[in-house]
Structures are given as C-alpha cells and as structure tokens.
C-alpha cells in the first residue's frame, strides 16, 4: 500500500462548479498536512496547509480527518485557471521528509 | 530574481555516460532537497542537505551523488546512467528543517537517456 494515495482522475469540472476529491495516508504518525498544485511541466508549488480544525484559502477548503487518516480539498466556483494536478502531501514528525501522493488532475471546462 | 534555479533544464544523454544538474536557492534556507518525478508523475526524495550535511538519503542507486559546496547550492551528479534514470528531477529548500515548513522548488530538470 501506498504512503499516500490520491484518485488520479481527471475530474472534468464545469466552470463555477464545486469540485472535491480527497488523499489517505498510512501513517498515523503523520504530522503535516499540505495540498500542492503542480500546472503541467511545471514544478509543484504550495497551495495551502492542511489545519487540524481545517481551514479556507478563498474559494479552497481543506479539512483534516485524522481518525481516517485522510485529507480533502475541496474547490468551489471553479476557475479555468484551476486545472492542474493537486498534489497531497504528507510529512513525518522527524526529519523535513515530504512524502507525495500521485496527485488528482482537474481538468476545469467552459 | 529566481528563488530556486537549476540548469540545465533539458538534458538528453547517452546510457553509461556522467552528468551533472546543479541547482542554487537565494533564499537563504538552510535545507535542500533533491526529488525525482518519474513517468507516473510520483515524486520521491532522494536527498536532503541541512548547512551542507547529509540528512537524508532515500534507497537511491550509488550511481547517483549529491554534493553541497555551501549552503546555497545542491548538485547531483549521476555515473553511469541508466535508461530508468530518465525522469525530471526537482531540486527544492525549505527554512531550517522543521515540521511545516513550506518547500519551495526550482522549475525541474528533464533528463532523458538513450
């Protein structure tokens, strides 16, 4: 089983739609929770943490579901700009070490 | 003003041969990392360095070394290449090491063997 796993997609979002999708993870030891967002060829770039009590960046939710041990995103009004693909990322409590999920592509249309 | 630069940013390469990426941050962070993003886009660690040390070393080949002159650069230096050593590799830093510390990365290396 994977350290951190992620429905690949794509998810075909209208635009202004709500899209959600969510990301499990094994370790229970985990402590740091992020979402990245990697646009195509580019490199991944922090979207946001992910908070305890979840937390709202904008139109972008996350939440922390640590007895499930997994994670969400969720995006809403979708913009053309937000396709990417949307990376989860979880870190252990020693050491920097991030470990990727495969991440879920969204694909936002007209 | 780049924050994290590497060079090149295309390599295509013949199997047996040596090559170097290079990779420098003007963020003044304490920590690099060098990260392999293979065809089904998952992106691994390979390496850490914090102020020049060693610490991390993921279950990577020997072919492949990473060396830190100064805290500002982290090179890879590959031996011998292989075909599967073809992928983009991403080198990133981070402030001093530390939980939830936000990494930032350079625009990736695509190397390609034939």
């Known amino acids: 089983r994977k350290e951190v796993e992620q429905d690949p997609g794509p998810f075909n979002v209208p635009e202004g739609a709500t899209v959600a999708f969510n990301c499990t993870y094994s370790?229970?030891?985990?402590?740091?929770f992020f979402w990245y967002r990697q646009d195509c060829r580019k490199e991944p770039k922090l979207l946001m943490s992910?908070?305890?009590s979840g937390n709202e960046d904008g139109r972008f939710t996350a939440q922390l579901n640590r007895a499930s041990q997994y994670i969400s995103l969720l995006i809403r009004d979708s913009k053309l700009s937000d396709s990417a693909t949307y990376l989860c990322?979880?870190?252990?409590?020693?050491?920097?070490?991030?470990?990727f999920g495969g991440g879920t592509r969204v694909l936002v249309k007209p | 003003d780049t924050a994290v630069s590497q060079t090149p940013k295309y390599l295509v390469t013949q199997m047996g041969n040596d090559k170097s990426i290079k990779c420098e941050q003007n963020?003044?962070?304490?920590?690099m990392y060098w990260y392999k993003q293979d065809s089904k886009k998952f992106l691994k660690i390979m390496f850490s360095?914090?102020?020049?040390?060693?610490?991390i070393n993921e279950t990577v080949p020997n072919r492949f070394s990473p060396k830190s002159p100064d805290k500002a650069h982290l090179n890879l230096h590959i031996n011998s290449l292989e075909l599967g050593d073809s992928a983009v590799y991403f080198c990133?830093?981070?402030?001093?090491?530390?939980?939830?510390?936000?990494?930032?990365f350079g625009p990736g290396t695509r190397l390609t063997v034939l």
């Open positions: 990322v979880v870190q252990k409590a020693a050491g920097n070490k991030l470990t």
């Open positions: 963020l003044g962070h304490d920590t």
């Open positions: 992910v908070y305890s």
């Open positions: 360095y914090n102020n020049k040390e060693l610490i």
């Open positions: 370790n229970s030891a985990s402590q740091s």
């Open positions: 990133a830093s981070s402030q001093e090491g530390g939980q939830g510390r936000e990494q930032f």
